[in-house]
């Protein structure tokens, strides 16, 4: 069966600190990946999706950037947070060449910037 | 783009009762619209979802329904109990968009014992 994990579960970084946020699929070849992210009582904001290595695409212009160095692996990163860079954060795949489907979501990661 | 917007945005019922949460959506080549329930702490699960070509579908106490002519789908949980209580999500999706949902804002559902 298909897993996906998703760490560090939470995390309070400083303003202008880097931020790395990794994010594997297991049981599946060549999945649809998406980074969302969720404001405090607020809905999903798709930030990033991937069909393929090094294929990112970016919904929302910000301090974010994807990689996907690996079929199965998906990073977030920023290269200094900001205040406005707090949220949950998650993770989420979908199997690819099968139309439009249901994606499967990680556990989250809580940011706190301070 | 697609726009999807979900009301209520709060929902509290009593045990025992039934729950609707609403929602539109804009893109009328949109043919796939899950429902998500997102417990606290957690990533959203999927709960049930429907096609295009379905009209209604229901699983034990949810339901879905569809109607593409007015573009709205909603939600129908019957017999609500306390562990129902979480934040509910629709989203949409069309099937040549590379299997990008787009959710509605949530509604977060309280059942009171």
Redesign the interface.
Known sequence: SQTIH?WPATLVQPVGSPLSLECTVEGTSNP?L?WYRQAAG???Q?LF?S?GIDQISSEVPQNLSASRPQDRQFILSSKKLLLSDSGFY?C?W?P?N???????????T?LTVV | GENVEQHPSTLSVQEGDSAVIKCTYSDSASNYFPWYKQELGKGPQLIIDIRSNVGEKKDQRIAVTLNKTAKHFSLHITETQPEDSAVYFCAASRYNAGNMLTFGGGTRLMVKP
């Open positions: 998703q649809n998406y607020r809905g999903l798709l999706y069909i998650l989420a979908s690819i099968r139309g439009n489907t249901e994606a499967f979501f990680g556990q989250g809580r």
